[in-house]
Structure formats: structure tokens, C-alpha cells
């Protein structure tokens, strides 16, 4: 049974090889039919191709496009095409970072398949490339101590349109952890931002890479880190949102967070179950989120910090009034970058709790919505946690 196949595989593979060595051979007798042209090979091509400089020329095959760009973090640049066919474009010298870039071939967003470095989002996914530093950046991989990430899947009661009535979590031990020692250790909430995943801070934002860095130089105190799924009702992600769901979402994540994942994340790791061991922050909607969470339960969080936190005109107005000396927070460390379109309300809030009397840190940064300002956030404000 297995003889007529294999023939039939090999002269499948003999009759253009005969044509490719001898041009004149033709396959025009009854027996054989014409054989269909075949389609030009794909070019053979590099995309990214970082150079020694720290420019990037980046590639694409689109023949038979009229217009192609490339958006790297935000900022178009458009490409030019060769006669091949390839679409390529070569930037000025970046400084060390991770980069996002999505191709935009006549209108239409593609990923670049020649790179399998992908960023994941809930909502759409990006390729990326990394500039790399020297030394290492905190972000990138070091021959250094690491800590080790856990994945949880439980069953919620609280969030709403949650896949089988099922949440998740990440928790991120540092170097040297030993779950049967008698070291018990800070808590750092960390959150990310509308339509990440649970795991947005370590597929984009490196944050276990980062707290290798930072506890193995001695520049942060060893703690545990906690990464939520950011939604206490997961149609946020839906079109049309309203003010009324968004509200709805925070105070349901605040219940999940506080029932749910702290109670079993301090039942499952020794960690210090105080307030004053405890942190919240969070990017974009998680800053929302750890700012009202952590200002609304002061006596759970004596720690929070935002970046470029996502606030509205409703949010301003929900801000709890609080008396500083019962507040009593260690850290309120709030940053923007200078660009970002979240810029005003972040002030707008900033001046409202510092009316208060509140110890608010304003931090503003160059850059705009993006993970590098995310990444160099929390590169600054982890050495501050949990500090005497």
C-alpha cells in the first residue's frame, strides 16, 4: 500500500528538478500535463536587524502594496520598496530599551512574521525588538540570581463574565526564596493596565526581570509580587464601556482583590500581613485602580504608587477625603510622562490630595503611554518599598 505513494512523492519531486537542470525539458505529452506556473519564492530577508549603532532597519514582503509604514511605540515612519518587492525602512540610533512596532500595509495593521517576539495584549498584539544596553539594563536577561513566577487559576465569586467562573493571578518569589524558611516578606500588589492580561507586566513589562535586577544589586528590599487579572467585570472589554461600567469594574476588582486574592496569597506564601508591608500600584487603568483601592482601604495598603494612572472626571470626584496622620501612608508616589494624554487629570489629582495634606510624590517623565515610561516607573519606585 505504501509503494504507489512514495512513487508518486518522487516523481513529484523529480519532474522539476529534471526542468531546473535542463531548461529545455518540457513536460507537454498527454501523460503529463502543463504544470501550473508557480508564484516567485518569498526574498530571503532579516526583520529587525538591529545594527551596531543602535539604528534598526526593519523588512517586509508586500509586492503588491501601494503604501507601507511602520508605528514603532507610537511614531510613524514610512517605508520604501525595492524591485523585489520589500518594503524596508532603517531609523536613527535608539537608546537602550524594548520597543513595540506593528507594520501598516495600505491601511490595514500586520504583524512582522518574521520576528517571533510578540507582545500579548487582550486586544491586539505587537512585535518588539530590544536595544541593548551596556552593562545590561534592568529589563534584560542577566547572568543573575532569579527569582521563579507561579500561575494560579481559581474559581471567583466575584468577577463578573469571567470564562467558567474562573480568575488568575501571577506571583513572582524572589532569588533565594525558600517557602520552608522562617523569612517572611513584604507584598507588592502589582497591576496592570485596561486590556493587558494577567500576565501584562511580565510578557511587556519585564517586572520579574527587573526585580531580579534590582534585589540581586541590593537595590530593593527581597519581596513578593502579586499580579492580578486587572478586571472585577471582564465586559470592559467590550465596545461600548460607559462611565458606569468602568465604576463598576474598579469597586468589583477592589472586592476580588480584598476577598480573594490576598486572602489566598497570604495563606499560601509567608508573607508580613500588615499594612505597613503591603503595597498597591498599578499602569493606566491599574493606577486607577491602586489609587482608589489603596486610598479607600489605607489600613490593607501602607504603600501606593501610580503610573500614568488612568483618571477621569468621575474618579476625581469619588476621592476620599482623608486625614493625613490616619492615613498614615509610608509611600503615594504618583508619575506621568510629560506627553501622555493623562497628563492633566493625574495633576488635576495630584493637586487635590496634596490639598489634603497628603505626602503625594509627583513624578513626571519624559515619554508618553507607553511601557518604556512603565518599565523606568517601576525601576524607581520599588527601591523605595518597604524601606524604614
Not at 465569586?157 to 524572589?174: K, M
Not at 531580579?212 to 472585577?232: E, F, Q
Not at 479607600?296 to 468621575?314: M, P, Q, R, V, Y
Not at 469619588?318 to 503615594?332: G, I, V, Y
Request: net charge negative.
Amino acid at each position: 500500500m505504501r509503494k504507489p505513494v512514495m512513487l508518486s512523492v518522487l516523481l513529484a519531486f523529480a519532474i522539476p528538478l529534471a526542468v531546473a537542470q535542463n531548461p529545455t525539458a518540457r513536460t507537454t505529452d498527454a501523460s503529463q500535463p502543463n504544470l501550473p506556473a508557480q508564484p516567485a519564492p518569498a526574498p530571503n530577508y532579516l526583520s529587525p536587524e538591529v545594527h551596531p549603532d543602535h539604528s534598526v532597519t526593519l523588512r517586509i514582503a508586500a509586492p503588491n502594496a501601494k503604501e507601507v509604514s511602520v508605528s514603532i511605540e507610537g511614531a510613524s515612519l514610512p517605508m520604501a520598496q525595492d524591485p523585489a518587492g520589500l518594503w524596508s525602512v532603517t531609523t536613527e540610533p535608539y537608546t537602550p530599551e524594548i520597543y513595540s512596532y506593528r507594520f501598516r500595509v495600505d491601511g490595514s495593521y500586520v504583524l512582522d512574521t518574521r520576528n517571533p517576539t510578540i507582545q500579548i495584549n487582550l486586544q491586539e498584539l505587537v512585535n518588539t525588538f530590544t536595544i541593548p544596553g551596556n552593562p545590561p539594563r534592568p529589563w534584560e536577561t542577566q547572568n543573575i540570581a532569579h527569582g521563579a513566577v507561579t500561575h494560579y487559576v481559581y474559581p471567583t465569586s466575584v468577577v463578573l463574565n469571567a470564562p467558567a467562573d474562573q480568575d488568575e493571578y501571577y506571583v513572582y518569589t524572589p532569588p533565594g526564596f525558600d517557602p520552608k524558611a522562617k523569612t517572611k516578606y513584604p507584598v507588592l500588589y502589582l497591576l496592570h493596565g485596561y486590556s493587558d492580561g494577567a500576565d501584562g507586566w511580565l510578557s511587556a513589562g519585564k517586572a520579574n526581570a527587573i526585580f531580579d535586577s534590582l534585589i540581586t544589586s541590593g537595590k530593593a528590599r527581597p519581596m513578593i509580587v502579586v499580579m492580578t487579572l486587572g478586571y472585577g467585570n471582564l465586559a470592559v472589554l467590550k465596545p461600548g464601556r460607559t462611565p458606569a461600567l468602568n465604576t463598576q469594574n474598579t469597586e468589583l476588582f477592589q472586592r476580588m482583590l480584598l476577598t480573594e486574592i490576598i486572602p489566598r496569597v497570604e495563606a499560601e506564601y509567608p508573607v508580613l500581613k500588615d499594612r505597613d508591608h503591603r503595597a498597591i500600584a498599578g499602569l493606566s487603568m491599574g493606577g486607577g485602580e491602586s489609587l482608589m483601592t489603596g486610598l479607600n482601604h489605607t489600613d490593607t495598603f501602607g504603600w501606593i504608587g501610580t503610573f500614568s494612572a488612568g483618571l477621569h472626571a468621575e474618579t476625581l470626584a469619588a476621592l476620599p477625603t482623608l486625614a493625613p496622620q490616619k492615613a498614615n501612608l509610608h509611600l503615594l508616589w504618583m508619575a506621568c510622562g510629560v506627553d501622555d494624554a493623562l497628563l492633566k487629570p493625574n495633576r488635576d489629582a495630584i493637586a487635590i490630595l496634596k490639598a489634603q495634606g497628603l505626602p503625594v510624590t509627583a513624578v513626571e517623565t519624559p515619554g508618553h503611554h507607553q511601557w518604556p515610561v512603565w518599565r523606568d516607573n517601576l525601576i524607581h519606585f520599588a527601591p523605595l518599598l518597604f524601606q524604614p
